[in-house]
């Protein structure tokens, strides 16, 4: 059974369009994140949501807006996509807290942006 | 801004060697840390992780943490082809706040020669 799976993998699309990743895990964790990974291999947290609640945004452009209709579920809407988006995203869940809050990632997205 | 440091690489260790793999941080608020592989193309994948000062040993692998002097370690005994990947230090960002927060080092890419 798949922990975290995302979908699509491979996402090509030209500037300016609007896409979705979507992200669903099954491991009852509380927690899911977005990432970033850019060329460089650097992976930075852009959202988490706890139970359906934003808990970490982090200086990311409005353009990008997650969603989590449950907590088994957070999606990633990107309007008017840029070149500098290009990268790999990954979804990652967990259970915060001191000595449980391990996350298990997703296979990711890669995302190009003609 | 919070942040961790780790060489980049490529390491090169010959088959049957120790691999050590080093990493700072600048928070002395952090509680967690965490060592995850990535292989090339895919998602991290966590080997380790340490929340006290000292060792801790899981099979190949020894986390060593040390506190005072802001530095996390991975010794990998018998290095095998196999650990050839990229080694990803995070450390949470958010103190005792348990939002779930991971900060990710740039990773170590290990090179084990057969």
């Known amino acids: 059974d798949t922990a975290v799976s995302q979908t699509p993998k491979y996402l090509v699309t030209q500037m300016g369009n609007d896409k979705s990743i979507k992200c669903e895990q099954n491991?009852?964790?509380?927690?899911m994140y977005w990432y970033k990974q850019d060329s460089k291999k650097f992976l930075k947290i852009m959202f988490s949501?706890?139970?359906?609640?934003?808990?970490i945004n982090e200086t990311v452009p409005n353009r990008f807006s997650p969603k989590s209709p449950d907590k088994a579920h957070l999606n990633l809407h990107i309007n008017s996509l840029e070149l500098g988006d290009s990268a790999v995203y990954f979804c990652?869940?967990?259970?915060?807290?001191?000595?449980?809050?391990?996350?298990?990632f997703g296979p990711g997205t890669r995302l190009t942006v003609l | 801004q919070k942040e961790v440091e780790q060489n980049s690489g490529p390491l090169s260790v010959p088959e049957g060697a120790i691999a050590s793999l080093n990493c700072t941080y600048s928070?002395?608020?952090?509680?967690?840390f965490f060592w995850y592989r990535q292989y090339s193309g895919k998602s991290p994948e966590l080997i380790m992780f340490?929340?006290?000062?000292g060792d801790k040993e899981d099979g190949r692998f020894t986390a060593q943490l040390n506190k005072a002097s802001q530095y996390v370690s991975l010794l990998i005994r018998d290095s095998q082809p196999s650990d050839s990947a990229t080694y990803l230090c995070?450390?949470?960002?958010?103190?005792?706040?348990?939002?779930?927060?991971?900060?990710f080092g740039q990773g170590t890419t290990l090179q084990v020669k057969p």
């Open positions: 990652a869940s967990s259970y915060p807290g001191f000595g449980t809050d391990t996350q298990y």
């Open positions: 491991l009852g964790h509380d927690t």
């Open positions: 340490i929340y006290s000062n």
């Open positions: 928070d002395r608020g952090s509680q967690s």
């Open positions: 995070a450390v949470n960002g958010d103190g005792s706040s348990n939002t779930g927060k991971l900060i």
């Open positions: 949501y706890n139970n359906k609640e934003l808990i």
